[in-house]
C-alpha cells in the first residue's frame, strides 16, 4: 500500500485533464494510477476538484505561496473530526493542495501541538531558534533518538533540548550515514570524547530501532484513527 506520506511530483493542468479525460472514457483511478506512476489516490483527489471547480482547479500550484493561519488550519482540523467529509472532501472543500496537508495538521492536533501561522517566505525555524549550544555524545544520541521516536520533527526535538534545528538535522544525517561514529565531536578538542565500546554501541542501535518502532506504531494508531473517523 502507497503511503499518504509519499512525495509528490508536480504535474502540469494539462497532464492531468489528459488522465481526466481517460477517467471519463471508463478507466479506472486504479489503473490510471498504475499506469502513470501517480501516489494513490491522486487522481480520484483530481477529479473531485476538477467536478467541483472546474479545470481552474487543476493548475499546478507553488507551494511557497501555500500560506496558511492557524485559525484556518483549526477550521479544517475541526471539520475533518466532526466527520463532514473524508480527508479527499476536505482537502477539496478548502482548497488544499494535498490531503496529506490535511493528516499532517490532525496529527499534530491530536499530539496536543500548536497550530501556528505558516510561516512568511523566506523565514526559516533557525531565525527565531539561533542556538547552537556545546552537546555531549549522550545528548546528541538522545536528540536523534527523540527525533526518530517522532517522525523526524526537526522543530520539536530542538525545541526540547534547547538547541538549534540545524544542529539537531545535521546530527540525525550523519547518525543515519555513519551511524553512532558520525555524532563523535571530532572539531579540534584538546580531550578527544571517549569512544564507545562495540557494546555500548550495540545499545545505542537498539535504542534507535526501539524508537524507529514506536513512530512507526504511532503511524499505524494515527492512520487507524483516520479510518474510524471516515467510517463514521
Known sequence: MRSLF??????????????????EQGASFYSLER???????????????????????????????CRYSADFKKKVVTAYLAGEGSLLDISVKYGINAQSTVVKWVKQYNSHEELMDSRPKGESFMATNPKCRKTTLEERISIVEHCTANSNNYKLTAMKFNCS???????????????????????????????????????????????????????????KKLDAVERR
Open 165 to 223: 534545528y540545524g544542529q539537531v538535522y545535521s546530527w540525525v544525517r550523519k547518525y543515519k550515514s555513519q551511524g553512532v561514529e558520525g555524532l563523535y565531536d571530532r572539531r579540534g578538542r584538546s580531550k578527544p570524547e571517549k569512544e564507545l565500546t562495540e557494546l555500548e554501541k550495540l545499545q545505542v542501535e537498539n535504542r534507535m530501532l526501539k524508537a524507529q518502532a514506536r513512530q512507526q506504531q504511532m503511524e499505524i494508531d494515527f492512520l
Open 35 to 65: 499506469k502513470y506512476n501517480l501516489n494513490l489516490g491522486l487522481v480520484r483527489r483530481w477529479y473531485a476538484a476538477y467536478l467541483k471547480y472546474g479545470e481552474d482547479a487543476l493548475r499546478k500550484k507553488n507551494s511557497n505561496y
Open 6 to 23: 509519499m512525495s509528490r511530483k508536480k504535474y502540469s493542468k494539462e497532464f492531468k485533464l489528459s488522465v481526466i479525460h481517460e477517467r
